[in-house]
Nanobody, 119 residues
């Protein structure tokens, strides 16, 4: 199973970006997919997760500004980021708890994508 993230870039404060992460390979199902981020000198932290049924969990720092969604047909998760702040600057990593065989789930990490919020 591979996770491929895309959509990062440079944006001004108050702007928006949408990240995408597509899972491919031997996928029987999805338990969770989501996003973590890591800023320079800081530990990796949870941003948001979503179940295949659409139940979401967002970190307090991004509630009201970010939203997460999933397209189960495409095994793709999206992170819509609005009202971006400089403190959102980080490398964003896609993560998934993927079922690759019945009753066999594993956690996978995708590549990171850089998000820079700066004027």
């Amino acid at each position: 199973v591979q996770l491929q993230a895309s959509g990062g870039g440079l944006v001004q404060p108050g702007g928006s970006l949408r990240l995408s992460c597509a899972a491919s390979g031997s996928i029987f199902g999805i338990n969770y997919m989501g996003w973590y981020r890591q800023a320079p000198g800081k530990q990796r932290e949870l941003v948001a997760t979503i179940t295949d049924g659409g139940k979401t969990n967002l970190a307090g720092a991004v509630k009201g500004r970010f939203s997460i969604s999933i397209d189960n047909a495409k095994n793709t998760v999206y992170l819509q980021m609005n009202s971006l702040k400089p403190e959102d600057t980080a490398v964003y990593y896609c993560w998934g708890d993927i079922i690759w065989l019945p009753h066999h789930g594993m956690e996978y990490w995708g590549n990171g994508t850089q998000v820079t919020v700066s004027s």
